[in-house]
């Protein structure tokens, strides 16, 4: 009979201490050996017992060197029959000693306990057959651990090979030499160590051994947030906060930070391009520019005296920190200096584990980032789990396969950053609030359908507007930044662009030309108004706008003048002025 309940942690630990110790006295009899084993060391192809904390394994188990009869190995009856004369009692089984979690293998309630999918087993024969593949749905017994957290494996699992799948010419005498059974998907424990047991037995036959699984130190998770999000302008600070997790849980079955200050961060500042097709959202990334500060332009006579923003840019760079040992960590971006027709994120990721050295090459950059997550032993760098394989999102945690995320750092400062395929963990993207223009540094005279030359006693639209520093046009306050403030008169002068003298113009605030005015204002919450200006002679002027400063500011302004042509067909350049607040 099989038992059908679940072990206590006391029943698991001290059953895997007598199997373990039968099995040192077993193996000298029956000299069985017994391994674990996932895919590969993505760095030497090998199979390999080194897997990550918290992950999950399609894991390998083979049994080699025994010699035992057919028989005894294997049973006629199905594993899970209800009937107790016709239940399968010869069964391999495996001893899992981990605890504190539970469900990893997808046990049901019942008294079967069967998983939900069956793996395969390859049996070679004492007649040098190999029958397989066969298939063996795994019955599993867990203990039910001490936190609600589904993170660790199995207590037993048993496997029973049914005869029924033996090809008939397959001799009753023949006698079972090894064992190998693909694809037990195993979740592996949140606590990391370098040793754990897992043993084999047969409820019937000789058969015992341990292996060890290496379950190395993971990261488990990336949060970052962006505090202070009620006032953001263009090219203004914006900081990034996070903190980092390990997959090891403490007493009371929280995550514990990651407690490495060593351990590099990768923050960026992203521009998520969204492409919908078929109903389904997919995404791309670009990198973010922003204006490089440059601002140039020309007067009316082609000298460098006006001024307007630059078109010069450059890349915001990603940012590299490394969290205190309680796991956080801070990054200050500048915003972009203009407003993003995309929708831009936030997101930081890092090496989940310890991987392989970069120093491996002689032109690594000492202070790279495989540097500093190097492992001098490559034989240690662990399998890829399932979770990387398939790109699982979790929150707070995305997984990335191998060398498959796009390093730039190399780009971005050659000199400092090197590095090598990895796999990655990501955090969950943070989209950036709404940001705004910045405060208004500039005014443009911006002409409203200015032909090729204006006639005398004409009237020319002009529009008189606000510019951040950036060339954004922004408004007058409007409580960017809790900033309150009044209407914002401008002065309003036509010279003479030889002699700087007033000219016989004037300018208006309706296009008839009816009611003259020297100046205008502009309403708080507004960026533009309009006025109309009527030449009176034949010639070059300069159309100038002064700000009149707020009381309490500053009083020294400047003011440039832009061409503007009567009776010309050159077509004047748009106007920026300088506004000193």
């Known amino acids: 009979m099989v038992p059908t309940h679940k072990w206590s942690r006391l029943a698991v630990l001290l059953a895997v201490v007598s199997v373990c110790c039968f099995m040192f006295a077993s193996m000298a009899a029956a000299a069985s050996s017994f391994s674990v084993t996932a895919e590969s060391n993505p760095i030497t192809g090998e199979p390999t017992a080194v897997l990550k904390a918290d992950h999950t394994y399609d894991l390998n188990l083979e049994v080699t060197e025994i010699n035992v009869p057919i028989n005894q190995f294997t049973d006629k009856y199905d594993p899970c029959s209800s009937d107790p004369d016709t239940k399968a009692t010869n069964k391999l089984y495996v001893d899992f000693p981990f605890y504190k979690e539970s469900d990893n ?58 005869r029924q799948f033996f090809p008939s010419n397959i001799p009753s005498t023949a006698n079972v030499t090894g064992v190998l059974i693909k694809g037990l998907e195993v979740k592996t424990t949140t606590q990391p160590d370098d040793n754990y047991l897992v043993c084999v037995n047969h409820t019937a036959c000789d058969i015992s051994g341990c292996a060890s699984l290496e379950v190395v130190d993971t990261v488990g998770g990336i949060d970052i947030w962006i505090p202070n999000q009620n006032c953001q302008t263009v090219g203004s ?61 020309t007067n009316c006579f082609g000298s460098d005296t006006s001024i307007k923003p630059g078109t010069q840019t450059k890349l915001i760079y990603a940012q590299v920190v490394h ?7 801070k990054v200050d971006f500048a915003l972009p200096s203009w407003i993003s027709e995309d929708e831009l994120i936030v997101t930081a990721r890092t090496i989940e584990v310890r991987d392989e050295k970069a120093a491996y090459d002689t032109d690594v950059a000492p202070g790279g980032i495989g540097w500093r997550f190097g492992n001098q032993e490559i034989n240690k760098v ?31 400062a050659p000199d400092k950053y090197t590095t090598k395929a990895h796999s990655w963990v990501m955090a969950d993207e943070v989209v950036l609030p709404n940001y705004s223009a910045g405060l208004p540094q500039f005014i443009v005279i911006d002409e409203d359908a200015w032909g090729s030359q204006i006639d005398v006693d004409n009237t020319q639209t002009l529009e008189i507007c606000l510019v951040d520093k950036y060339g ?48 205008v204002e502009i309403p708080v919450g507004a960026e533009c108004v309009t006025v109309y200006y009527k030449p009176a002679t034949v010639g070059y002027v300069t159309i100038e706008a002064s700000a009149i400063f707020y009381p309490g500011q500053s009083s020294n302004h400047v003011s440039r003048p832009v061409f503007v042509a009567l009776k010309s067909t050159r077509k004047p350049d748009v106007f920026w002025k300088k506004l000193i607040w």
């Open 382 to 412: 662990p399998a890829e789990a399932n979770e990387d394989i398939d790109g699982v999102s979790e929150t707070n945690r995305n997984h990335i396969l191998r060398g498959t995320y796009e390093v730039a750092l190399e780009a971005y």
């Open 105 to 162: 293998l997808g046990s049901k309630s019942g008294s079967c306990n069967l998983s939900t999918g069956s793996v395969e087993a390859w049996i070679t024969l004492s007649t040098g057959d190999v029958v397989g593949p066969i298939p063996v749905i795994p019955e599993i017994y867990e203990d039910g651990g001490s936190c609600s957290t589904p993170a660790s494996v199995a207590d037993r699992v048993y496997f029973t090979i049914e």
């Open 323 to 329: 969290p205190k040992l309680d796991g956080t960590f």
């Open 472 to 519: 954004n046009p922004t408004k007058n306050y409007d409580n960017i930044c809790d900033k309150t403030g009044k209407p914002l008169k401008v002065q309003l002068r036509a010279l003479d662009c030889d002699t700087k003298t007033i000219t016989n113009g004037a300018f208006y605030s309706d296009q008839s030309a009816t009611n003259r005015i020297v100046d």
């Open 237 to 297: 600070n914006l900081t990034v906060r996070g903190q980092v997790w390990s997959t090891e849980l403490d007493n009371v079955c929280n995550n514990k930070p990651w407690g490495k200050d060593t351990w590099s961060i990768i923050v960026e500042l992203k521009a998520r391009i969204t492409s919908t097709d078929c109903g389904v959202d997919s995404y791309s990334y670009e990198d973010v520019e922003t204006s490089a500060g440059d601002f140039y332009g």
